[in-house]
């Protein structure tokens, strides 16, 4: 089992995730809000690319039972119900609807990763969960940071080490790519003080100067749900 | 001034690096490669993409000043009069003439880096004077690693971090981007080691098996020497 690690959606061709399992990592904060809407019973999640996009699939679901959430610079889009904090999706909330969203990087990771056999969402709130479920499918796991604005993004590069370490301990002999290999020694480095290894993150600065410091807190916390959204390509929906 | 890294050249638009001075790290074995050429006294040294420009651009020299040199899948070009090896670019081989150079990862990382206002040649084998030279440049600073086949490369990946570090010893205020920081730290992790780090690179083992073993050695050798290949607009060559 080969297990490696994507720094950004765009290095991560189609066809070299074809056939493999891929989990995509979005810490801040799509990948920890889509756990945390299904945790919470949405339907399920739906994700698109553009805004226009969102609401042409709104168009499609009968009213009351969908939601539309997202962010543009890690803000609210006009219009919609929800922006991209993972709490607000809360159950009295979500509950029973489908989410349509739409953010600048994790869904853009999701739709580049739909090739894979199998596509896991991943997050340091179900961190262990999906290491576990990846490495039960027995293929080879690429790990697909969703980065920002196409540039690897520590957030999610730390989220990336303490999954490809659960997988370890599952698999010792699974071979390590060179990204993988880095990204756990940067982990075991400073697995006991995430947070001051994310706060030298320029994803973290931005949102902290955006005032979203409860929202990263948040994403922070490890393995606070066992379950692993997956895509289903029947559905074509996010569900677990 | 900031210093970030990019981990594969794909990464790295045009736009991003212009105004920079980038530093285009291929360890194993472009930049040694280049590094050694001109520290051997070669005339310059022309990267370009193709075999087929590489031969176009040979037309235009007089027999004699120029050696076509390279590789493909890491062995010898056919017709070509040097592999990519840098032990084979001695003084009595290379000595006034202007090498014309086309390799997998290490010439297209320096094509896509033209836009730079700065672009300079390092490897460990100059990697200090290389840090100094950028640095006095003042702005700032992008060390792009060619990667592996459009892949992160822990070789590539060591020698910026060393990079790194030497900068922030030159600035200690620089602003470190993600990879920067996730770098640097590896780097002091394994700086007692590199050989060690080094020989879980992907790239590492694929050269081993090739029998390349006396190229990883010589191209591990830190700070031999004092000089730092860059590009000259004026010229279209890389020289001292």
């Known amino acids: 089992m080969l297990i490696d690690v994507f720094p950004t959606a765009a290095g991560a061709e189609p066809e070299l995730l074809a056939g493999k399992t891929v989990l995509i990592i979005d810490v801040l904060r799509a990948t920890s809000t889509i756990t945390t809407a299904l945790a919470n019973e949405a339907a399920g999640v739906l994700p698109v690319l553009t805004i226009a996009e969102a609401k042409e699939a709104a168009a499609t679901f009968a009213p009351g039972t969908f939601l539309l959430g997202g962010e543009r610079k890690a803000l ?26 739409t953010t600048t990087n994790g869904t853009v990771a999701i739709k580049q990763a739909l090739p894979a056999a199998a596509l896991l969402i991943a997050s340091f709130l179900n961190a262990r969960a999906a290491a576990r479920e990846a490495w039960k499918i027995g ?16 957030d999610d590069a730390a989220c990336a080490g303490m999954l490809v370490y659960y997988l370890q301990e599952l698999e010792p002999e699974a071979r390590l790519g060179d990204l993988a290999f880095t990204l756990r020694h940067l982990y075991l480095a400073y697995q006991k003080d995430l947070p001051h290894l994310i706060s030298h993150a320029s994803h973290y600065q931005r949102l902290v100067a955006l005032g979203l410091e409860a929202d990263i807190a948040y994403c922070l916390q490890q393995n606070i749900y066992d379950i692993v959204p997956r895509w289903d390509k029947r559905q074509n929906l996010i569900v677990l």
């Open 76 to 101: 609210k889009i006009p219009g919609f119900d929800l922006d991209n904090s993972p709490r607000q999706y809360s159950k009295g909330i979500v509950a029973g609807k489908t989410i349509i969203i």
């Open 139 to 154: 293929t080879d796991i690429y790990l697909l940071c969703a980065g920002t604005r196409n540039r690897f993004s520590l």
